[in-house]
T-cell receptor
Framework: GAVVSQHPSWVICKSGTSVKIECRSLDFQATTMFWYRQFPKQSLMLMATSNEGSKATYEQGVEKDKFLINHASLTLSTLTVTSAHPEDSSFYICSASLNSQNGYTFGSGTRLTVV | GENVEQHPSTLSVQEGDSAVIKCTYSDSASNYFPWYKQELGKGPQLIID?????GEKKDQRIAVTLNKTAKHFSLHITETQPEDSAVYFC??????????FGAGTTVTVRA
């Protein structure tokens, strides 16, 4: 089946630094990937839709200059949290879809803690 | 945009009993309805999904029903086991574009 790999699984960084999270589709090519943020005991909130070879589409209220998304190949999308602050601490999850018949597969998530 | 409501927020059942989680959606154009199970510290895992051309789908102890007219869909877990304890999310999308998630249901199966 479709497998999505996400790295790192957890990261701790200092305020003001940047952190990159990778999302890879291991056994399929994904033209579209999605990035979500999940705060404790809450649902998944879509941040942006990552499209291979073009700019990402951000949801309302998500700062595109703070959350940089790059989808340079059909198997890799990256999310960079720039100038991280403690309020950016959250669980970030990516998902990918091969096509309309296969639905969405989620990565294992990245726990970001900004200190 | 799509708005998905999910109830209950918590559900405690005795092992062996059934669990039912209900969701409603607002956009009649939505046509894909997956259910995800999320364990602590992990990403969501798809457990079952249904499309709008089908009213019911079953996979062993798990079933999903869809009422397009009422814009309701439900997850049914029979013969619950301790390993079924997790947070369950319903979601809806149109033409397999971005998913809108419900708020989640924390299911606890008591041994």
């Amino acid at each position: 089946g479709a497998v999505v790999s996400q790295h790192p699984s957890w990261v701790i960084c200092k305020s003001g630094t940047s952190v990159k999270i990778e999302c890879r589709s291991l056994d399929f090519q994904a033209t579209t990937m999605f990035w979500y943020r999940q705060f404790p005991k809450q649902s998944l909130m879509l941040m942006a839709t990552s499209n291979e070879g073009s700019k990402a589409t951000y949801e309302q209220g998500v700062e595109k200059d703070k959350f940089l998304i790059n989808h340079a190949s059909l198997t890799l999308s990256t999310l960079t949290v720039t100038s991280a602050h403690p309020e950016d601490s959250s669980f970030y999850i990516c998902s990918a879809s091969l096509n309309s018949q296969n639905g969405y597969t989620f990565g294992s998530g990245t726990r970001l803690t900004v200190v | 945009g799509e708005n998905v409501e999910q109830h209950p927020s918590t559900l405690s059942v005795q092992e062996g009993d059934s669990a039912v989680i209900k969701c409603t959606y607002s956009d009649s154009a939505s046509n894909y309805f997956p259910w995800y199970k999320q364990e602590l510290g992990k990403g969501p895992q798809l457990i079952i999904d249904i499309r709008s051309n089908v009213g019911e789908k079953k996979d062993q102890r798990i079933a999903v029903t869809l009422n397009k007219t009422a814009k309701h869909f439900s997850l049914h877990i029979t013969e619950t086991q301790p390993e079924d304890s997790a947070v369950y999310f319903c979601a809806a999308s149109m033409n397999d574009y971005k998913l809108s998630f419900g708020a989640g249901t924390t299911v606890t199966v008591r041994a």
